[in-house]
C-alpha cells in the first residue's frame, strides 16, 4: 500500500477504528508498506489532531471517551515491590476491574503517566513477562515504590472489593 502521509492517517484512523484490541507499531508499519518509525510520526500528528489514539504495552489503540467502560473509576495509591506487581493486577481484573494507567508525581517532572489498559489475567501476565524480560526502569521506583492507578469497575462495590482486597494484600496505601 503506497499512500502519501494524510492518505496514510486517515487509513490508520480506519484500520484502528475496526480493531477489537491494540495493534503494535511493527504491525501498523507492515500493513501499510512504512517504517515503524514513519507510524510513529504518523501517531505522533494525529495526536496532535486531537485524535484519541493512546500507547499501551501492547500497541496503539483508538480510544472514545464515550465508550469507557460502564461503571465507575477511582484513582488508588499503592505501594509494592516489582514482584507483586502480578498480584497487584490479578487483584484488580478478578473482579472485573480494569486498570487503565499507572501514574506518579515526580518533584522535577511533575505527574508522569503510562497507559497500561489491562482488562484481564492474561494483560497482567503479559506486562509482567515484559517487565521481567526487558527489566526496564520501573516507573514506581522513582517515588520508592509509591504510584497511581486509575481503575474502573461495574460497581462501587466491586472499586470497595477491590480496595479491601488490596488492602489485605498490604498493597493500597491511604491516599
Known sequence: MNLDGNARRTAIIVFLERQSGPVSGTELARQFGVSRQAIVQDIALLRAENRNIISTNKGYLLFHPQEKQQGCTAVITVQHTKEQALEEMLSVVEYGGSMLDVFIDHALYG???????????????????????????????????????TICAPSEKILNLIRGELQEKGILREG
Open 111 to 149: 505527574q508522569v503517566r503510562a497507559n497500561l489498559m489491562i482488562n484481564d489475567a492474561d494483560d497482567a501476565a503479559e506486562f509482567c513477562h515484559k517487565l521481567s524480560q526487558n527489566d526496564p526502569e520501573y516507573l514506581k521506583e522513582l517515588t520508592e515504590g509509591c504510584h497511581y492507578h
